[in-house]
């Protein structure tokens, strides 16, 4: 497809997007309203995964650290301040450090790609230890109660920005996570076009070759790292704001495990992919929650399995696949005969 033709396809898809984010609310009930925009806030926590895995290259077990970093961060800010707009950006700033500092051991300490997965799965449960075990008085920050095991409930949601007495309705809270989303997602798509993008992915594919061009993979890791955390931490403040809770099973193993379900059945080396495939499994496991005749963890086991073996590029890149053989490319016209290649024109040894 032409340069420009699939400009304009992704323009129009965008304004598309835009169109539905806007609408939805009128079309749809409350709770199904409510439960899209969990949807849309999980969302944001694959594609922080789905960024460093499928174009960095780093598999991370515990992305759930900086998701729950997020949640917490926000949960605390906002019971202190009373105002959602700090509360979300240290949401963002918080699990952004803390990749900071794990990621320079990780990768300035030359750890390989097998004990970094084993280092953020542990990290992940001490965390959720930590956290578990901060029941009782003793255990806040500044106004805010850690609660333990019971976790951080009545957390004050979204309100407009630096304006604490309006508190975004349903519908805002809506708009506000799927416009997150949205931007997320064009942020990371910007990003993956521009050099720095293409530096990631050469690190990712080479870390010799890139290290010869003078680049530094330690370097380009932390930092695509960190960009992650940051993103996890922002889809942390969306999912507690959406509840209006916080509690240690943010940090769990299990849904370290499902976010790993969505890319590998959305699609890895995707950024529309993981979406889909959040979005599909969070439906799958809400429908079987809703009755007692399946198990949901079964279910995802046999999800994954089934996609693993049958498509093991995911839904997004198969589809993509199928489109590309039933659309032939477009061949360029040529208004003279062909021109003969300089060594088909002067053969070897015809000097």
């Not at 922002?234 to 099973?249: D, E, I, K, S």
Request: proline residues 6%; charged residues 10%; hydrophobic residues 55%.
């Amino acid at each position: 497809m032409p340069r420009h033709y699939r400009l304009a396809a992704q323009a129009v898809a965008v304004i598309l997007a835009i169109m539905a984010i806007a609408i939805i609310p009128s079309v749809i009930e409350l709770f199904a309203l409510m439960q899209l925009t969990l949807f849309a806030a999980m969302a944001v926590l694959a594609l922080s995964l789905a960024f460093i895995w499928g174009f960095g290259g780093i598999l991370s077990f515990g992305q759930t650290a900086f998701f729950g970093l997020g949640g917490y961060a926000y949960a605390i800010a906002a019971i202190n301040f009373q105002d959602s707009t700090p509360a979300i950006l240290l949401a963002i700033v918080i699990p952004a450090l803390f990749a900071a500092v794990l990621g320079y051991f990780i990768f300035f300490g030359r750890i390989s790609d097998v004990y970094l997965g084993v280092i953020t799965l542990t990290v992940t449960l001490i965390l959720f230890n930590s956290v578990n075990s901060t029941s009782g008085d003793a255990y806040k920050i500044g106004k805010a109660l850690l609660g333990g095991f019971n976790g951080m409930p009545a957390v004050p949601t979204f309100n407009m920005p630096f304006d604490p007495s309006t508190v975004l309705s349903p519908e805002q809270s809506w708009w506000t996570t799927g416009f997150a989303l949205l931007g997320v997602f064009l942020l990371l798509r910007l990003l993956l076009a521009l050099p720095a993008g293409r530096i990631i992915v050469a690190v990712r594919e080479n870390e010799v070759r890139a290290s010869l061009l003078g680049y530094d993979p330690r370097l380009v890791k932390c930092l695509t790292f960190i960009l992650g955390g940051a993103i996890a931490g922002l889809a942390g403040a969306l999912y507690v704001n959406w509840g209006a809770f916080v509690g240690p099973t943010i940090f769990s193993l299990s849904l370290s495990a499902e976010i790993i379900i969505w890319i590998t059945v959305g699609g890895l080396g995707t950024l529309l992919g993981p979406i889909v495939g959040c979005v599909l499994i969070e439906y799958i496991v809400a429908y079987i929650g809703s009755q007692q005749a399946l198990n949901s963890n079964l279910v995802l086991g046999a999800v994954l399995l089934v996609f693993v073996l049958l498509l093991p590029k995911g839904l997004v890149p198969t589809a993509r696949d199928l489109l590309m053989r039933l659309v032939p490319e477009s061949k360029p016209k040529t208004n003279g005969p062909p021109v003969q290649s300089a060594a088909a024109a002067h053969p070897a040894g015809a000097e």
